[in-house]
């Protein structure tokens, strides 16, 4: 999510991967949780619209790569799959 830490988080959308690094940043940073609070809906939604722009991207590349994986499949000769 481009934070301070390394967390590995895995969502099935883009509004729930923004509740899980909330929930996340409220469990394991409070100093950014007290900047948070400042902070405006306007000062967050460039935020919000970047989490949900990767989110799109990575699902997007997810996608691409399970088609690609399919594509190699059926280009496989049967003699190549056998060995």
């Given at each position: 999510m481009?934070?301070?830490?390394d967390?590995?988080?895995?969502a099935?959308?883009?509004?729930?991967?923004?509740?899980?690094?909330?929930d996340?940043?409220?469990a394991?940073?409070?100093?950014?949780?007290?900047?948070m609070?400042?902070?405006?809906?306007?000062?967050?939604?460039?935020?919000?619209?970047?989490?949900?722009?990767?989110f799109?991207?990575?699902?997007?590349?997810?996608d691409?790569?399970?088609?690609?994986?399919?594509?190699?499949?059926?280009?496989?000769?049967e003699?190549?799959?056998?060995?």
């Amino acid at each position: 999510m481009g934070g301070s830490c390394d967390a590995k988080m895995t969502a099935g959308s883009a509004e729930e991967m923004i509740k899980m690094g909330v929930d996340h940043a409220h469990a394991s940073h409070p100093e950014l949780v007290e900047t948070m609070k400042g902070m405006s809906t306007e000062e967050t939604a460039p935020w919000n619209t970047e989490m949900t722009r990767k989110f799109e991207d990575a699902e997007m590349n997810t996608d691409l790569d399970e088609t690609v994986s399919e594509e190699e499949e059926e280009e496989t000769p049967e003699s190549e799959s056998a060995e």
